[in-house]
């Protein structure tokens, strides 16, 4: 049930955009993003809902297609506090409040 | 509003003995779900509790358990430890359930020698 996520790595200058690919071979109710960086608990972005929605906030946003079970991660204009490892958690429609997290992104920010 | 505490922060045990972990939710949070991280499986779900039961289970030996008490708080046992057990070991709460948000306390680093 662990969702896959792509890229594995990828690294920007400041300014560039990223988008990171999470996809579930499970239906889905919900998709919660986080960003954990080294030595510290992972911390919230967002979460969508099923319904297939849209979010954002500053220049991080994400989409959720529940027919694909797919959800993406886009960054704009990236700044270096960006930089971290980005993970995937999915919610089945069980109805349990457990998250499966994919593997993660590192993503490095260069000036 | 503090956010979610754990105790210990390092703690570092011998295979064979056993180790609690405690975690305190947001204030009004009634699910409590742990997490272990490892470089090698990274972050993988434990168990979730909300008003003191067990609602759901990860695929862990039964050597894991976990409790909830009456205000929320929440301690996780590992009985028998082994060198596999070494991890970082999170814990997420969340107001009511499925849905909700999830913040994670600090975690709590084991090493077992």
């Known amino acids: 049930q662990q969702p896959v996520q792509s890229p594995q790595a990828v690294i920007l200058r400041e300014g560039e955009d990223a988008v990171i690919n999470c996809s579930s071979s499970k239906a889905l109710y919900s998709v919660h993003w986080y960003r954990q960086k080294h030595g510290e608990a992972p911390v919230f972005l967002m979460i969508l809902l099923k319904g297939g929605e849209q979010k954002g906030h500053d220049k991080i946003s994400a989409s959720f297609n529940e027919k694909k079970q797919q959800s993406s991660l886009y960054l704009t204009a990236s700044q270096l506090s960006y930089s971290g490892t980005y993970f995937c958690?999915?919610?089945?429609?069980?109805?349990?409040?457990?998250?499966?997290f994919g593997t993660g992104t590192r993503l490095t920010v260069i000036p | 509003k503090a956010g979610v505490t754990q105790t210990p922060r390092y703690l570092i045990k011998t295979r064979g003995q056993q180790v609690t972990l405690s975690c305190s939710p947001i204030s009004g949070h009634r699910s409590v779900s742990w997490y272990q991280q490892t470089p090698g499986q990274g972050l993988q779900f434990l168990f979730e509790y909300f008003s003191e039961t067990q609602r759901n289970k990860g695929n862990f030996p039964g050597r894991f358990s976990g409790r909830q008490f009456s205000n929320s708080r929440s301690e996780m046992n590992v009985s028998t430890l082994e060198l596999g057990d070494s991890a970082l070991y999170l814990c997420?709460?969340?107001?009511?359930?499925?849905?909700?948000?999830?913040?994670f306390g600090p975690g709590t680093r084991l090493t077992v020698l």
């Open positions: 958690g999915t919610e089945g429609l069980t109805g349990a409040n457990n998250l499966f």
């Open positions: 997420a709460s969340s107001l009511v359930s499925s849905g909700d948000t999830q913040y």
